[in-house]
């Protein structure tokens, strides 16, 4: 079945710092979905990526989706203390569920 | 317009006992899906509901788990027979059209099992 990797599983950074997180399919993904949690949170939606090599920015936050849609990466640029939480990937699965990638929980150092 | 609500937000129980733990959708909403959270993991897909209906329920344990969402009222998530293991936040996702865009989460329900 689609399995969804996302890598790596804990950064830590010190403030300032660039940081990035990787979502890896093993099959083709129709679109893809980033998601932020932060501690003691709900997962809160960032933004949803549909067309091969789709690249979108939200400020600080650059979300890519592969040429052949089946890996996405999102790149915070100068980390900051708020930036600190877990980033999901997230794709529809089979009746159009949401199938979540593992998790990247980023920890910003002040 | 008020967000996807679920309570209660945090419930502790014994084992043995039962949890209920509802969600009532963002208005307009009439699709729901139930995640779980175990300490330190990330979310998985336990069911999607539509009104009156189960869409899918593939990752809902055999045994001891069930969900509704009726035709009036929040949908309710139920785990009978609770052990320490269930222990989790359950949380309660909402979406529009139910076409696999957007879901909106609410804050989740913190269930521990003493």
């Known amino acids: 079945g689609q399995q969804v990797m996302q890598i790596p599983q804990y950064q830590h950074v010190q403030e300032g710092e660039d940081f990035t997180t990787y979502c890896n399919s093993s099959?083709?993904?129709?679109?893809i979905q980033w998601y932020k949690q932060r501690p003691g949170g709900h997962p809160v939606f960032l933004i949803q990526?549909?067309?091969?090599?789709e690249v979108k920015k939200q400020k600080r936050l650059t979300f890519q989706f592969g040429e052949a849609k089946k890996n996405s990466s999102l790149h915070i640029t100068a980390t900051q203390t708020t930036d600190v939480g877990t980033y999901f990937c997230?794709?529809?699965?089979?009746?159009?569920?949401?199938?979540f990638g593992t998790g990247t929980l980023l920890a910003v150092q002040p | 317009n008020a967000g996807v609500m679920q309570n209660p937000r945090h419930l502790v129980r014994r084992r043995g006992q039962e949890a209920r733990l509802r969600c009532s959708p963002m208005?307009?909403?009439?699709?729901v899906y139930w995640y779980r959270q175990l300490p330190e993991e990330g979310l998985k897909f336990m069911v999607y509901?539509?009104?009156?209906?189960?869409?899918?329920e593939s990752g809902m344990p055999k045994e001891r788990f069930s969900a509704e969402f009726p035709k009036e009222g929040p949908s309710i998530l139920r785990i009978q027979q609770v052990v320490r293991g269930d222990s989790a936040a359950y949380f309660c996702?909402?979406?529009?059209?139910?076409?696999?865009?957007?879901?909106?989460f609410g804050e989740g329900s913190w269930l521990t099992v003493v």
């Open positions: 099959t083709t993904l129709s679109n």
């Open positions: 996702a909402s979406s529009p059209t139910g076409d696999g865009n957007t879901i909106y």
């Open positions: 997230a794709y529809g699965g089979a009746t159009n569920k949401l199938i």
């Open positions: 509901l539509q009104k009156e209906n189960i869409i899918d």
């Open positions: 208005k307009g909403h009439s699709h």
């Open positions: 990526l549909v067309k091969s090599g």
